[in-house]
């Protein structure tokens, strides 16, 4: 069978999260009898072009993935021309409101099976960011009944939810939740009461919420490093954070430690005590996953699938203002060794009984090979 997935990006070393991460992760995961083939832009996330890539050809990315990095200007003729030519069994189409990439293969490219993957783009959160183009995509899909032709992918039933408000209750939806890289965990850093050490590794976008965890921040009187890392998505936005973290007090220390690789996740965790993402809206968040595998206390909002996580001692789940996450960050910064350790356990027993590999698997085998789904 062969997979035919679009998408914006897919960065050679994966150094963003959301989609990306998802789709470097399951091609590297499920690979029964799939040959997939990657169609995405010759561009890095700020826009600037990638100098690592081979362009308008099919490059090796592991045993069963081919990658075509189509240049701009001939995106569209080149993303139909490939699909007729391959003509896949399955066009995974990831996310919705791209024309070359989500739009033209909706409308334009023939395949027995189309599948939509939404991935948090419909959450209401999501929704309330560039709202008018967004609003002009989706009344466009509807008017069109693209929606009553094609398999809607949701990676939990609370994304099911949301695509049937926008699409009808008959909307065929097919779930399978995204598969995470579970990092081991390693040591841990002692923990003294008054002082804590906190991290985020995501993109710098107004949907990680970093500006309301710095205006948390100059309401906290302990001693607190805040070590930020992730490329700058939105550079107004980032130029507000940059302001707000010049009137922090001196107990407050922030760093920005700019884009980084996969591999360095591990050890920049291993640094800080707790990892803090607040976001308006994640419909997975991979690095609030990896956080949690590797032993580490997550402080983020309750918009995400990662809930209930102060009752299973695994973190905070906070509402999305300045003084609700001043008072998760204090918690934690006045916790002992002891208490943090209690934290740090929960963390890892938490995502332990979250995720299941092997039901992950069957879903997707569910997505991609079922006949029966429209």
Sequence with gaps: MTVFITIPWFLPAFKAGGPIRSIANLVDRFDEGIEYRVFCGDTDLDGSELTDIEKGKWVPFNKNTQVWYAEKGEVSKTLTDQVELLKPDVLFIIGIYTWHYNIVPLLFCKAPKKILSVRGMLHPGALTQKKV???????MLRISGIGKKIIFHATDEEEAKFIRYEFGKKAAINIA????KQIVPGAQLYKTPGSLKMVTVALISPMKN???VLEALALCTADISYEIYGPVKEPEYWQQC???????????KVNYRGQTDPENISSILEQNHLFIM?????NFGHAIYEALSAGKPVITSRFTPWNSLQEAHAG?????????????IAFFAAA??????????????YIAQKISIEKTDEQYRRLFFDQDDV
Excluded: H
């Design 210 to 212: 970093y500006l309301t």
């Design 177 to 180: 939740a995204n598969y995470g």
């Design 278 to 282: 607040p976001s308006k809206s994640e």
């Design 133 to 139: 183009k967004k609003r002009l995509y989706l009344d």
């Design 242 to 252: 940059l302001e707000q973290i010049k009137k922090l007090p001196a107990n407050i």
């Design 316 to 328: 905070m789940n906070t509402e999305t203002s300045a003084g609700s996450i001043a008072e998760a």
């Design 336 to 349: 002992d060794n002891d208490a943090y350790r209690f934290f740090v356990q929960g963390a890892i027993n």
